[in-house]
């Protein structure tokens, strides 16, 4: 069984990019949208709207509220969630992919 989020929860999750190294997703919710229990590996999350949130792993549950434009480490974690606020929830996720470190290519400047 997977507990990838854009398999568990597809109508939540979508992925914007991937390559070897990260993959980012968004993610996006209304208020009383429930997500099932999902897995994310060590992530930076950018919050792009703020969102109250109820996250569920196993029986212990945590209330968090985050504002909009922060940015954040999201060690690897195993978690269900419900928007228990009054806005819809807007956040990109890079998730960290384990690779051995990957040397600069000759010429590479910026993105690609």
Known sequence: MTLDPV???PEFYKVLFENGQVRVLEYTDQPGDRTTPHEHPNSVMVTLSSFRRRLYAGEEQRDVSINAETTSWLP????????????RTHVIFVE???????????GAL???
């Not at 978690?79 to 606020?85: K, L, R, S």
């Not at 992919?97 to 000759?106: L, M």
Request: aromatic share 0%; glycine share 10%.
């Open 110 to 112: 910026g993105p690609s």
């Open 96 to 106: 960290l992919k384990e690779s051995a470190a990957v040397p600069p290519q000759s």
């Open 7 to 9: 398999v568990t929860n």
């Open 76 to 87: 690897a974690q195993q978690h269900a969630g419900h928007n228990i606020g009054d806005t």
